[in-house]
């Protein structure tokens, strides 16, 4: 082949990569919102116009449902505390009726009026700190899902006890995906992966019609480094764990999920519990219930729902499964207890 020729050849190729790749779909985008990094990975039809949307979506019910966002419905709620009942969006009035569904449900171990005790103890802030069991006791008769007063027909939300709190941190995320996922559906993008911050929603299947394999975090590793893989088609994987947030003191870890009962992080020897279920917001509640409630509980719990499984992982390494869960452990520190 002589020079030029040889030359015209690349050249060609590099003139098709160029025409191919511009013209492919974008593998993925990731952004900061709801307080972590969000992953969006739409495959085949990925267009900057779909991405665009769903994160201009995340953004919106983020503006709607952060507390810690000024004159939004959840920090408007907060602030009528005692005072007055809210008008809210529909996002919202959704999302904490179905928050006190899940609190009823879990016996009140999910409860998203847990604001004061999230407030008191600031993790995830640059000043987290142990409150005193005076503190904790002053806070704990504000915790209580009972004392909120939703109103269908003006969708009006009232915390009846001044100083009362909502915090939407265990259950927004796993609305968010869902209406990223509805998104990813209606433009009919055949499959995707939406995550946010480990809510993952696994949209479709692989183009070889394989599973989709899901990472579980090892919850004493780096993020990213995982105990295992869960093979799943068209559900949710969301997990709650120490490790999200947490903060030392004296050489005691404290982390971010409460037991509304005792104010105190939940301690009932879990490192993380994911949920598999089809509704990410019911598995972002059931996660954050299932890891206050404890293994036994969880487990009937779990198990009495259609579409739902579970995976426990304890401080001694053990995990638990609970039925139709297609898991794969991958890291031989951990042991999968068979009962
Ligand atoms: P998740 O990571 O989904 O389990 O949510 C944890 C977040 O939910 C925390 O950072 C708090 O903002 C809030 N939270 C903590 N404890 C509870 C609880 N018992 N019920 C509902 N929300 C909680
Ligand atoms: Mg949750």
Redesign the pocket.
């Known amino acids: 082949m002589s020079r030029n020729l040889f030359f015209s050849v690349f050249l060609f190729f590099v003139l098709l990569c160029v025409t191919t790749s511009c013209s492919q779909a974008i593998a993925s985008q990731s952004e900061f919102a709801l307080a972590t990094v969000c992953t969006i990975t739409l495959y085949d039809k990925g267009k900057p116009q779909v991405y665009r949307d769903i994160f201009n979506r995340i953004r919106e019910i983020e503006n709607r449902m952060s507390v810690h966002i000024q004159g939004s419905d959840a920090d408007r709620i907060n602030k009528s505390a005692g005072i007055e009942a809210v008008k809210v969006h529909d996002d919202v009035f959704e999302v904490i009726e179905r928050a006190l569904y899940y609190a009823e449900m879990s016996g009140g171990?999910?409860?998203?009026t847990?604001g004061p005790l999230?407030s008191l103890w600031d993790i995830?802030s640059e000043q987290p700190r142990v409150p005193s069991q005076t503190e904790i006791d002053q806070v704990l008769p504000l915790i209580d899902w009972q004392q909120v007063e939703l109103n269908q027909e003006s969708k009006t939300v009232f915390l009846k006890k001044p100083g009362m709190a909502l915090?939407l941190?265990?259950i927004a995320?796993g609305y968010a995906a869902d209406e990223a996922a509805a998104i990813i559906r209606q433009e009919r993008i055949p499959r995707a992966i939406i995550d946010l911050g480990g809510n993952i929603v696994a949209v479709g299947e692989k183009p070889d019609k394989t599973l989709w394999r899901i990472g579980i975090q090892n919850p004493l590793d780096i993020r990213g480094a995982h105990i295992g893989i869960v093979q799943v088609r068209e559900k949710t994987v969301v997990t709650?764990g120490v490790y999200?947030?947490f903060f030392e003191a004296d050489g005691k870890q404290y982390h971010?999920?409460?037991?509304?009962f005792d104010g105190y992080p939940a301690a009932n020897g879990l490192l993380s519990a994911t949920i598999i279920a089809d509704a990410s917001m019911d598995a972002?509640a059931l996660?954050?219930a299932a890891?206050?409630m404890g293994y036994e509980k969880a487990r009937l719990l779990i198990e009495s729902l259609e579409g739902a499984a579970g995976i426990f992982v304890f401080e001694d390494l053990s995990i638990c499964i609970t039925r139709d869960v297609d898991f794969i452990l991958s890291d031989d520190d951990f042991w999968v207890a068979v009962d």
Do not use: L, M, Q
């Open positions: 171990a999910f409860d998203p847990v999230v995830g915090d941190g265990a995320k709650s999200e947030r971010h999920i409460f037991s509304p972002d996660s954050t890891f206050v």
